[in-house]
Structure formats: structure tokens, C-alpha cells
């Protein structure tokens, strides 16, 4: 997980939106466009989902919006509400968790606490509340060695919650666990961002696990990564998204979805 304490130079100035790209090229090793012309606005507590083929720029993405990754050309606009006052804090949270290997549950959580500027003597308050939220009470002083990768990604949620960020950038969080703990994370997701509603921008490629949680599908095309479609998820909050799945809109939103994704064979 990277915690970027403020946005991108260019990002710098407030728009409505939390999130605003406006045009956005990136090109890798002088000629290889990995992003073409990209334009969306991200609404203040929306939870977005972004879908597409492997190589579309999803990852890139993520990655101009938090700084890591120069644009070629176009506009990224980080602020809105949430941000008023001050610059926003991006929070990254990548496929595989990037704990400490030395440092316990309680001690990865605290870096979140450090780099969001809380006072030290609230440190312990505050992680004790997150490892509640996220439901690790009895592993506070375990290694991230002795966690399986569910209980690893929890805590690198915990730590990114302890940042207590303007956005949340999720890449992939749950791609690396099996079937039954991605469902299980997705469920621990909702019910976390439910209680504070900040906006999430969240890349993967599995096509349920986006309908299932997201308010938005954004569909990109194959490189360069373009937007090709944008579909609003009209299932009511809360929701479980074990029992969605058998929705039958569920499967038609799914299936309009591979439809456009255009795949080969």
C-alpha cells in the first residue's frame, strides 16, 4: 500500500467532483500509449469500479490520480468537499498487502497513524477501533508471517483506514485471495466504506466482484485504454454480495458487461 499525502501538482485545484480527468494521455517509452484521451469525474462518496482487459491502463490509472505515473498530456484534478481547507490524501491499496514483515499487526497499523498526523497518545485509541472494525481482535501482536492473506489484507485496510485518506485507490485489493475470501473481503468492504462513504475507485478484473460492489462500472477497452461504457449499479445499499449473485439482473448486467469488453476467442 502507498500513502500519498498530496495529490499531484497538477491535481491541486478544487473541482466539484472529488475526482476529475479531463483528456488524460499517457504514453510509456516514447511511443507505447497506454491511455488514450480519458475523461471521468468521480462523485464525493461514490464507489467506482473499473473493468477491462489485462494491459487497458486500469493500473496506470490509478497510478497518474495518486502521482506515481507522469501524464503525457490532459488534466487530473484531485479535491471536492473532503479536501476543502487543504490538499487531499490519496490512499493506495495494491493487489498484494506491503506490511512491514517485522512489525505486528498493531505496529503496521500505527504507520497509518503516523503519516495521517494524529497525535501519538491517540495512536493506541485508534488502532484498538480499527482492529475491531475489521475483526482481528486476539491477532494484535502476530507477524504478518503467521496471518493468512485474508487477515494480511485486512490489516493493510486497517492501515490505509488509520491514514484516514481523502480517496481510496484500490487495486486489485482481494486478486491474489481465493474465491470464498474474496467474497468474505468484499462483504468486510462495503460494510467498512458504508460508515464512512469516502469515494473509491476500485480496479479489477473480476466482472461479479465489480457489479457486486460498486455503484458504477466504468468499462475500459483494450490499449490504449479508452472508456467504452459506464453502468450505474441500482442495487439498493446495503447489500450482501454473496446473495446478489443470484439476482438474475445480476447476471444480465454481468453479461451485458462481457459483452463489451470485446475479448479475443
Not at 491541486?12 to 475523461?39: K, M
Request: charged share 25%.
Amino acid at each position: 500500500m502507498t500513502m500519498t499525502s498530496t495529490a499531484p501538482e497538477r491535481a491541486l485545484a478544487a473541482p466539484e467532483a472529488p475526482l476529475s480527468i479531463r483528456g488524460l494521455t499517457v504514453v510509456f517509452s516514447g511511443d507505447v500509449t497506454a491511455i488514450d484521451n480519458l475523461s471521468l469525474d468521480i462523485q464525493e462518496g461514490e464507489f467506482v469500479a473499473i473493468v477491462g482487459p489485462s494491459g487497458c491502463g486500469k493500473s496506470t490509472l490509478l497510478k497518474v490520480v495518486s502521482g506515481l505515473v507522469p501524464a503525457r498530456s490532459g488534466e487530473v484534478r484531485v479535491g471536492g468537499p473532503a479536501a476543502a481547507g487543504g490538499k487531499p490524501k490519496i490512499g493506495f491499496m495494491f493487489q498484494r498487502d506491503t506490511l512491514l514483515p517485522w512489525a505486528t499487526v498493531t505496529s503496521n497499523i500505527a504507520v497509518g497513524c503516523e503519516l495521517s498526523g494524529l497525535p501519538k497518545e491517540q495512536h493506541a485509541e485508534r488502532i484498538a477501533s480499527l482492529i475491531a472494525l475489521v475483526r482481528l481482535q486476539g491477532y494484535e501482536d502476530r507477524y504478518p508471517a503467521a496471518l493468512s492473506g485474508g487477515m494480511r489484507q485486512r490489516v493493510s485496510l486497517a492501515r490505509l483506514l488509520a491514514f484516514e485518506p481523502d480517496m481510496f485507490l484500490m487495486d486489485e485489493p482481494f486478486g491474489a485471495l481465493d474465491y470464498q475470501t474474496k467474497i468474505i473481503m468484499g462483504r468486510e468492504l462495503l460494510r467498512i466504506w458504508e460508515a464512512s462513504r469516502r469515494s473509491i475507485v476500485f480496479v479489477t478484473h473480476d466482472i461479479e466482484e465489480a457489479v457486486a460492489l460498486a455503484d458504477r462500472v466504468i468499462v475500459m477497452s483494450a490499449r490504449p485504454g479508452r472508456i467504452v461504457a459506464s453502468h450505474a449499479v441500482e442495487f439498493e445499499r446495503p447489500r450482501d454480495p454473496r446473495s446478489l449473485r443470484g439476482d438474475p439482473r445480476f447476471g444480465a448486467l454481468v453479461q451485458k458487461i462481457w459483452s463489451e469488453l470485446a475479448l479475443p476467442g
